[in-house]
């Protein structure tokens, strides 16, 4: 089970701090991300780390600005949003898929397990 939080309404410029704790599995063989989706837009991916937090990944567009971390020991992983852009609003959903080395993946596709989604509005 993934249980994302930290959403909320900021204005632009602010920073925000997402969390997803995971439960039920064994979290440091998990490959995490952070996808997310706009009203009528489709799911983007935003960044994802491997198990040790050594490779990671950001989207261009957020690229700079946000930062993806994990705490194995908590079995919770973050995105750290800095300098949010009204164009930042989404729901952001965390994702787990297991994998037998240290790597991330980009595509929703191969992710095996979805978190229901924390809503960031950012406010021009």
């Known amino acids: 089970q993934l249980q994302a939080s930290g959403g909320g309404l900021v204005q632009t410029g602010a920073s925000l701090r997402l969390s997803c704790a995971a439960s039920g599995l064994t979290f440091s063989t998990y490959a995490m991300a952070w996808f997310r989706q706009a009203p009528g837009k489709e799911r983007e991916f935003v960044a994802a780390i491997g198990w040790s937090g050594g490779s990671k990944s950001h989207a261009d567009s957020v690229k700079g600005r946000f930062i993806i971390s994990r705490d194995n020991a908590k079995n919770t992983v973050y995105l750290q949003m800095n300098s949010l852009k009204p164009e930042d609003t989404a729901v952001y959903h965390c994702?787990?898929?297991?994998?037998?080395?240290?790597?991330?993946?980009?595509?929703?596709?191969?992710?095996?397990?979805w978190g229901q989604g924390t809503l960031v509005t950012v406010s021009s």
């Open positions: 994702a787990a898929r297991m994998t037998y080395s240290d790597r991330y993946y980009q595509s929703g596709n191969d992710y095996h397990f």
